[in-house]
């Protein structure tokens, strides 16, 4: 396996603008010659296949939800950034570019991250002449917001509900290519396998969900843009459909899974309650900006939050990291609240929360001004917890939300596989080893209006690609496969459930490979995840027929998969030797806890390439070269 | 707590449905609606029977999937809530709960509580977007929006595209989610060169899916998670006459 990142040479801010006169063109008449396959409708998926059909191309887009406005994109809330500088606070593209970098901890390619700067600005003006009602001042101009990792105010928002409202626009772009008949929708159907046709990507398998019909689709290229894996916790921010499964399968016939062990944990998400719970549920990092954090500094202490003087309260991330205080980057914030609570300062029935307090912000700014900025949050929280945030403060605890890792791609987002293309959360890309708020909703937009729609044609130019079908012996074969799982997984019929399986691994998980992971704990779980794996393939339970409308066979499926990948992402977070952004090991850190990173031995991306279920995968590294940015220990002090 | 619960089940489409009652007898009240209907299936898997099928994602309140009517109201009986966001504490020990999925025509029963919503994306398809080409738009400063239209445009922007609104309405009419997204770019000025031709689509869609009209009953409103003021119907209403009258 080769890995070529494909880094076009030439100064930093020159690459994209000289890459793109360098890529091939294809002529206007030819482009509906052309099939592209794209799999999931969320900000990355749904802006490619409305930009790819814009010009010209003949698109099929695929998603399993019921319709392609509800991907999970839709749940972010905070806002998206974008080098305006409209604030005149001294941004630029190589402000937002360096922060991005550093954000990243130094795991990202410089390359891909400047362009994302560079499109950021594009994003916006697309955005708004949709339509996408994003906030504005008294004057009529777009209003912004500032977000952990960064000291300039640079972050677009439409209340709480910003990724809904860039989702509807790219969904509204989507439908106007629906109507044009220039895109085939398929919704409620899922990818369950790539098919590959002389080394290259050329179709999909899919299951209709409704009517368990398993068929065939043939293109010249595949564009995946099929998000992240945070259920791999079981419990996590992520909707409940999310998934690995398109990622998997890709990853099992050749594509190189990189980093999957940077996981995002996002630090103001709502406490577990019980053993009932299904997900949790994230409040915006954006209400960070007029909330504070606290704990009681009494070990223990069971006051009511408002019976606890300030003298004895510890506004932790101020008192460590006083230039950004409760802004700081999230893989901090988390690390910190689980410090506090590994202490035993921590708040609530389970003693796993910390307070997130807004009484100073509303005596500063008054109530209405606190509840038109973060309303929708705050009833949220109550709905939830039965608590109201504006008379006690919130409680917080980390989850699980992003994942950093994905598909390896190189500079024009295809894969190790030629014509497989990966967008959004669903490749290894931009964020290094820990993302910035308000930067998952840039990229995934950035890669699907502005990134593929380049480069894509460069490739269906450049190969020679025979025509293929979906009665081509390897669509048949790799059907046969497919229809092989499902029987085999409803012919089990043990005595398990396959929630219990993913709850057991998600556990499994989140204690060997979670916030903090250790050598020790990492080898525990590469022994623990086989044995489930083997249980669940004995033991597992799923009732009803393939032929017809079954959510548990669905998501025995996806957890099947789950259950392969899991081994992976240990076997990356046990080589990685060192900490970096969301990956924390416990064994390399400095005297104050901070993340000790490894320049010398880990400033590389860690590919990986299937080697067999239950075989050790093997490793390729692309080493990351720094230019621009000097690679230096990241304060945020 | 202890909860009977009569649930619908329905195989398919084309296949007729009945109410199947199960005793639930240790709800926590912090748990959600669905986390409820979680247990569950659990519980029915393990007896061998398939479980309810409905659907749900986020469990956010956002994306719109789920939606149930409970007791008789879409989403349940607490206001500006989804049924992913509703918890047992709003229920008491000893209840009985009717689940039923939204019914309307033009929202057929796909299995037990899920329905077929894609008429709703085929009304979007007719009209409900800004045609602007991705790379073409100018810099977003320069169509400024006063703020108080920016606000009301996204108040109506706010829908999530449930059918609450549909499953409420004695007519099945779906005003509220039309008049919505009609509003919403409407009340902005890149929505302005194709406003009445919007309007005019939108409508006519909606018709041909087989949703009744608007005999204001109010319940849309009062059924919507997202508090979507049926104001913008009467907004739409005349957007759709102005647009009928100079087309002539």
Same mark, same amino acid.
């Given at each position: 396996?080769?890995?070529?990142? !494909?880094?076009?040479?030439?100064?930093?801010?020159?690459?994209?603008d000289?890459?793109?006169?360098?890529?091939?063109?294809?002529?206007?008449a030819? !482009?509906?010659?052309?099939?592209?396959?794209v799999?999931g409708?969320g900000?990355?998926?749904?802006?490619?296949?409305?930009?790819l059909?814009?010009l010209?191309?003949?698109?099929?887009?695929?998603?399993?939800?019921?319709?392609?406005?509800?991907?999970?994109s839709?749940?972010?809330?905070?806002?998206?950034?974008?080098?305006?500088?409209?604030?005149?606070?001294?941004?630029?593209?190589?402000?937002l570019?360096?922060?991005?970098?550093?954000?990243?901890?130094?795991?990202?390619?410089?390359?891909?991250?400047?362009?994302?700067?560079?499109?950021?600005?594009?994003?916006?003006?697309?955005?708004?002449?949709?339509?996408?009602?994003?906030?504005?001042?008294?004057?009529?101009?777009?209003?912004?917001?500032?977000?952990?990792?960064a000291?300039?105010?640079?972050?677009?928002?439409?209340?709480?509900?910003?990724?809904?409202?860039?989702?509807?626009?790219?969904y509204?772009?989507?439908?106007?290519?629906i109507a044009?008949?220039?895109v085939?929708?398929?919704p409620?159907?899922?990818?369950?396998?790539?098919?590959?046709?002389?080394?290259?990507?050329?179709?999909?398998?899919?299951?209709?969900?409704?009517?368990?019909?398993?068929?065939?689709?043939?293109?010249?290229?595949?564009?995946?843009?099929?998000?992240?894996?945070?259920?791999?916790?079981?419990?996590s921010?992520?909707?409940?459909?999310?998934?690995?499964?398109?990622?998997?399968?890709?990853?099992?016939?050749?594509?190189?899974?990189?980093?999957?062990?940077?996981?995002?944990?996002?630090?103001?998400?709502?406490?577990?309650?019980?053993?009932?719970?299904?997900?949790?549920?994230?409040?915006?990092?954006?209400?960070?900006?007029?909330?504070?954090?606290?704990?009681?500094?009494?070990?223990?202490?069971?006051?009511?939050?408002?019976?606890?003087?300030?003298?004895?309260?510890?506004?932790?991330?101020?008192?460590l990291?006083?230039s950004?205080?409760?802004?700081?980057?999230?893989?901090?914030?988390?690390?910190?609240?689980?410090?506090?609570?590994d202490?035993?300062?921590?708040?609530?029935?389970?003693?796993?929360?910390?307070?997130?307090?807004?009484?100073?912000?509303?005596?500063?700014d008054?109530?209405?001004t606190?509840?038109?900025?973060?309303?929708?949050?705050?009833?949220?929280?109550?709905r939830?917890?039965?608590?109201?945030?504006?008379?006690?403060?919130?409680?917080?605890?980390?989850?699980?939300h992003?994942t950093?890792?994905?598909?390896?791609?190189?500079?024009?987002?295809m894969?190790?596989?030629?014509?497989l293309?990966?967008?959004?959360?669903?490749?290894?890309?931009?964020?290094?080893?820990?993302?910035?708020?308000?930067?998952?909703?840039?990229?995934?937009?950035?890669?699907?209006?502005?990134?593929?729609?380049?480069?894509?044609?460069?490739?269906?130019?450049r190969?020679?690609?025979?025509?293929v079908?979906?009665?081509?012996?390897?669509?048949?074969?790799t059907?046969?496969?497919?229809?092989?799982?499902?029987?085999r997984?409803?012919?089990?019929?043990?005595?398990?459930?396959?929630?219990?399986?993913?709850?057991?691994?998600?556990?499994?998980?989140?204690?060997?490979?979670?916030?903090?992971?250790?050598?020790?704990?990492?080898?525990?779980?590469?022994?623990?995840?086989?044995?489930?794996?083997?249980?669940?393939?004995?033991?597992?339970?799923?009732?009803?027929?393939?032929?017809?409308?079954?959510?548990?066979?669905?998501?025995?499926?996806?957890?099947?998969?789950?259950?392969?990948?899991?081994?992976?992402?240990?076997?990356?977070?046990?080589?990685?030797a060192?900490?970096?952004?969301?990956?924390?090991?416990?064994?390399?850190?400095?005297?104050?806890?901070?993340?000790?990173?490894?320049?010398?031995?880990?400033?590389?991306?860690?590919?990986?390439?299937?080697?067999?279920?239950?075989?050790?995968?093997?490793?390729?590294?692309?080493?990351?070269?720094?230019?621009?940015?000097?690679?230096?220990?990241?304060?945020? !002090? | 707590?202890?909860?009977?619960?009569?649930?619908?089940?329905?195989?398919?489409?084309?296949?007729?449905?009945?109410?199947?009652?199960?005793?639930?007898?240790?709800?926590?009240?912090?748990?959600?609606?669905?986390?409820?209907?979680?247990?569950?299936?659990?519980?029915?898997?393990?007896?061998?029977?398939?479980?309810?099928?409905?659907?749900?994602d986020?469990?956010?309140?956002?994306?719109?999937?789920?939606?149930?009517?409970?007791?008789?109201?879409?989403?349940?009986?607490?206001?500006?809530?989804?049924?992913?966001?509703l918890?047992m504490?709003?229920?008491?020990?000893?209840?009985?709960?009717?689940?039923?999925?939204?019914?309307?025509?033009?929202?057929?029963?796909?299995?037990?509580?899920?329905?077929?919503?894609?008429?709703?994306?085929?009304?979007?398809?007719?009209?409900g977007?800004?045609?602007?080409?991705?790379?073409?738009?100018?810099?977003?400063?320069?169509?400024?929006?006063?703020?108080?239209?920016?606000?009301?445009?996204?108040?109506?922007?706010?829908?999530?595209?449930?059918?609450a609104?549909?499953?409420?309405?004695?007519?099945?009419?779906?005003?509220?989610?039309?008049?919505?997204?009609?509003s919403?770019?409407?009340?902005?000025p890149?929505?302005?060169?194709?406003?009445?031709q919007?309007?005019?689509?939108?409508?006519?869609?909606?018709?041909?899916?087989?949703?009744?009209?608007?005999?204001?009953?109010?319940?849309?409103?009062?059924?919507?998670?997202?508090?979507?003021?049926?104001?913008?119907?009467?907004?739409?209403?005349?957007?759709?006459?102005?647009?009928?009258?100079?087309?002539?």
């Open positions: 396996m080769e890995l070529n990142s !494909k880094i076009p040479s030439g100064p930093i801010q020159d690459k994209w000289s890459h793109k006169f360098n890529l091939k063109l294809i002529n206007p030819n !482009k509906r010659k052309y099939q592209v396959i799999v409708s900000l990355a998926g749904a802006s490619a296949a409305a930009t059909a814009e010209g191309y003949d698109v099929k887009c695929f998603c399993f939800q019921d319709s392609p406005r509800r991907a999970h839709i749940a972010a809330q905070g806002g998206i950034n974008a080098a305006k500088n409209y604030q005149n606070d001294g941004d630029s593209i190589y402000r570019f360096y922060d991005t970098v550093k954000g990243g901890d130094f795991r990202s390619r410089e390359a891909n991250v400047y362009r994302l700067a560079q499109i950021s600005v594009n994003i916006i003006d697309q955005a708004a002449a949709q339509g996408v009602p994003f906030a504005r001042e008294y004057g009529g101009m777009l209003a912004n917001r500032s977000f952990g990792g000291q300039v105010s640079r972050t677009f928002y439409a209340r709480g509900q910003t990724g809904q409202q860039l989702l509807l626009g790219a509204s772009a989507l439908s106007r290519m044009a008949g220039k085939k929708m398929y409620r159907t899922e990818m369950l396998d790539l098919v590959m046709v002389d080394g290259k990507a050329r179709g999909i398998v899919t299951r209709d969900l409704t009517t368990g019909k398993i068929e065939s689709h043939a293109g010249h290229a595949v564009v995946m843009a099929t998000g992240g894996y945070s259920t791999v916790f079981y419990l921010t992520n909707a409940m459909g999310c998934n690995v499964t398109a990622n998997w399968r890709a990853h099992r016939k050749g594509a190189a899974f990189a980093n999957p062990c940077y996981t995002q944990i996002h630090p103001t998400c709502i406490p577990v309650s019980g053993d009932h719970q299904s997900k949790l549920t994230l409040m915006s990092e954006s209400l960070r900006n007029d909330g504070r954090i606290w704990v009681p500094k009494k070990k223990g202490d069971t006051r009511a939050a408002k019976d606890i003087p300030e003298n004895e309260r510890d506004y932790y991330l101020e008192r990291y006083p950004f205080g409760n802004l700081a980057p999230r893989d901090l914030a988390s690390r910190r609240a689980k410090d506090m609570c202490l035993g300062q921590g708040v609530g029935a389970t003693g796993l929360g910390v307070y997130l307090d807004f009484s100073d912000a509303m005596k500063r008054g109530e209405a606190i509840s038109e900025k973060y309303g929708n949050l705050f009833d949220m929280y109550e939830i917890t039965g608590e109201n945030p504006y008379r006690q403060p919130m409680r917080i605890f980390p989850a699980p992003y950093m890792g994905g598909l390896w791609v190189d500079y024009n987002l894969s190790t596989i030629p014509g293309h990966v967008l959004g959360e669903a490749n290894f890309s931009d964020h290094g080893a820990n993302r910035l708020g308000a930067s998952a909703l840039m990229q995934g937009l950035a890669d699907g209006y502005f990134v593929i729609p380049y480069t894509i044609g460069d490739y269906l130019a190969e020679e690609l025979k025509d079908s979906p009665s081509d012996s390897e669509f048949i074969e059907e046969k496969q497919v229809r092989q799982k499902i029987d997984l409803l012919s089990i019929d043990g005595t398990r459930t396959v929630d219990s399986f993913h709850r057991e691994l998600g556990r499994i998980m989140w204690n060997h490979c979670g916030m903090a992971r250790t050598d020790k704990g990492l080898k525990e779980a590469l022994v623990k995840i086989p044995e489930l794996r083997d249980e669940f393939w004995n033991n597992v339970r799923v009732l009803g027929e393939g032929s017809d409308l079954n959510q548990s066979l669905e998501k025995a499926g996806r957890v099947a998969d789950f259950l392969e990948f899991a081994e992976l992402m240990c076997h990356d977070a046990l080589t990685r060192e900490s970096c952004g969301g990956h924390f090991r416990e064994e390399h850190q400095t005297e104050d806890g901070e993340a000790k990173r490894n320049d010398e031995e880990y400033s590389h991306v860690s590919a990986w390439e299937f080697t067999g279920v239950g075989s050790t995968p093997k490793l390729h590294k692309e080493n990351l070269e720094f230019e621009n940015v000097k690679l230096a220990t990241r304060s945020y !002090k | 707590m202890k909860l009977t619960l009569h649930v619908w089940r329905q195989k398919s489409t084309s296949q007729k449905g009945a109410f199947e009652t199960h005793v639930m007898d240790s709800v926590s009240p912090d748990m959600s609606f669905l986390e409820m209907l979680d247990e569950l299936n659990q519980a029915l898997i393990t007896n061998g029977k398939e479980p309810v099928a409905f659907d749900h986020c469990r956010e309140g956002i994306c719109g999937s789920c939606g149930v009517v409970i007791n008789g109201r879409p989403h349940g009986p607490q206001r500006a809530t989804t049924a992913c966001q918890h504490r709003s229920y008491q020990d000893g209840q009985e709960i009717w689940v039923e999925p939204w019914r309307a025509s033009a929202f057929p029963v796909v299995k037990d509580l899920m329905v077929d919503r894609t008429s709703f994306d085929r009304i979007i398809q007719s009209g977007f800004i045609s602007v080409r991705t790379g073409s738009a100018p810099d977003a400063n320069e169509i400024p929006v006063p703020k108080v239209d920016a606000d009301k445009a996204f108040d109506a922007a706010a829908c999530i595209g449930c059918g609104c549909v499953a409420a309405c004695p007519n099945a009419s779906a005003m509220l989610f039309t008049a919505a997204k009609v919403h770019m409407g009340l902005l890149q929505g302005q060169p194709e406003r009445e919007r309007v005019l689509s939108m409508v006519s869609t909606m018709d041909e899916e087989g949703f009744g009209s608007c005999t204001n009953h109010k319940e849309c409103q009062e059924a919507c998670p997202k508090e979507i003021s049926i104001d913008y119907i009467s907004r739409m209403n005349r957007d759709y006459v102005c647009a009928s009258k100079n087309k002539g």
